[in-house]
């Protein structure tokens, strides 16, 4: 018990040293444990963009192609689905529900979606969490429309506001559908997924605002006001995808395979846990360099913890010294610098988990409600003990080269009294 007592009263002396130096470890730690904690919540967002969902079908093409068009919103179909082919599938045996996607449309850079009031039933997130409305409410008119919680914040829109979406992907003063705008019914509360990013139609709206249109190209002469629409059939000519769920997940691959082989047109069904990680697999690699900055800032407060007892070293040589003089062996030199360094280190990495799950309480509310991240509050992984654990081992270990530096000095030196 000599050697913890003489670290201990060794660190008391120079206590404000000691402390910033925990404190760093600490911010380091802290940060280290703030990124896995990111990281994991990112993935697991990611992969629960939508869930509840067995199947999405589509025209065929790649499959990370479809789940980038039909739930991320990024890229265009290859083709259509025709209305005929999705009721066939839809009303086989073993399909609980489903629902049909409809993109081609935007508004001032955010898709438009025309779907049905199943979707907002339907899809689901996070664990099958169901979409809530912030305010408003579903569709109750043909011209009305749903936006996601980024789209009513960035453009500063309320329920009832007037808009009118483009034709197309551009923003196009000829290429808008002026004659026909829509009223936000509802805004949806921030999910973190792609739906905050969308303008959702209903279907048969989506079919009222192109009825004058022909291979995107609007016919000179033929626009039909609003009322004269209503009086007309809307039924979808075709769709551009379709989510799936089925009564039983052991008919899940046998639905999957006749969607595959359907003979009326070429289609292609995914799985879209499947799909997903395959994704993440390619957009996944700047984890790994959060993962490489924050082990860098941890080695560069383990550097620090270097510099500060070589720097204090000068001020010990008579410690040192008076040491040697009793007989202490080099086990004992060595030993007390290697207590003191991973002291500091123990304490740093204790205050920096304080500070992990003091951050996480304060900040998770806000990331969740902003950013749509939920980040849990739960035990260190194993894998984030063994990191801490290999971090202690570490400040053990970098004391070591100056503890060896304070032995070698000789007596001679440790009582010379420099001018």
């Known amino acids: 018990m000599i050697l913890p007592r003489l670290a201990f009263l060794s660190l008391r002396n120079r206590w404000l ?48 192609q ?45 898709r438009v979606l025309g779907t049905n009031e199943d979707y907002f039933k339907h899809y689901k ?25 980024d789209v009513a914040s960035r453009l500063g829109h309320k329920v009832g506001d007037r808009i009118v979406v483009s034709h197309g992907l551009g923003v196009i003063p000829q290429g808008e559908h002026a004659d026909k705008p829509f009223r936000v019914s509802g805004i949806l509360a921030k999910t973190g997924t792609p739906v905050d990013r969308t303008v959702h139609v209903s279907l048969e709206a989506y079919e009222a605002i192109h009825i004058d249109w022909k291979n995107g190209v609007k016919t000179p002469g033929l626009s039909p006001p609003p009322d004269a629409v209503r009086k007309l059939k809307l039924t979808p000519k075709a769709i551009t995808a379709a989510m799936i769920g089925v009564k039983s997940k052991l008919s899940t691959f046998g639905l999957q395979r006749f969607v595959n082989d359907y003979r009326e047109e070429p289609l292609l069904a995914i799985f879209p846990g499947v799909a997903l990680q395959e994704l993440w697999g390619i957009v996944g690699t700047a984890e790994q ?33 008076i040491l040697r003089s009793v007989g202490a062996s080099p086990r004992t030199v060595i030993g007390l610098l290697m207590i ?11 205050l920096g988990v304080a500070l992990l799950y003091l951050g996480l309480y304060f900040a998770r509310p806000i990331i969740d409600a902003r950013y749509g991240l939920y980040l849990p509050i739960a035990p260190l992984s194993s894998a984030e003990l063994v990191m801490l654990v290999l971090i202690v081992g570490a400040g053990f270990a970098v004391a070591l080269l100056p503890a060896i530096r304070a032995y070698k000095m000789s007596l001679a030196d440790g009582m010379t009294v420099r001018i």
């Open 340 to 350: 003191e360094a991973g002291a500091l280190t123990l304490l740093g990495v204790l």
């Open 17 to 64: 040293t000691a402390l910033l130096t925990v404190i760093a470890i600490a911010v380091s730690v802290a940060l280290l444990l703030g990124v896995e904690k990111v990281r994991t919540g990112a993935r697991a967002s990611f992969a629960d963009t939508i869930s509840g969902t067995d199947l999405i079908i589509g025209a065929r093409t790649g499959g990370v």
């Open 125 to 149: 997130y996070r664990g099958n969490r169901d979409l809530a409305f912030a305010s408003g409410r579903p569709f109750d008119d043909l011209f009305d429309a749903v936006l996601g919680a």
């Open 289 to 321: 360099a959060l993962i490489l900055v924050s082990a860098m800032v941890v080695a560069a407060a383990l550097l620090g913890l270097v510099t500060m007892i070589l720097s204090t070293l000068n001020e010990r040589r008579r410690e040192m010294a």
């Open 66 to 110: 479809l789940l980038l068009y039909s739930v991320f919103r990024i890229g265009n179909a290859t083709n259509n689905i025709s209305w005929q082919s999705y009721q066939d599938i839809a009303h086989r045996s073993e399909v609980a529900w489903s629902v049909p996607l409809t993109l081609g449309d935007s508004y001032h850079g955010f």
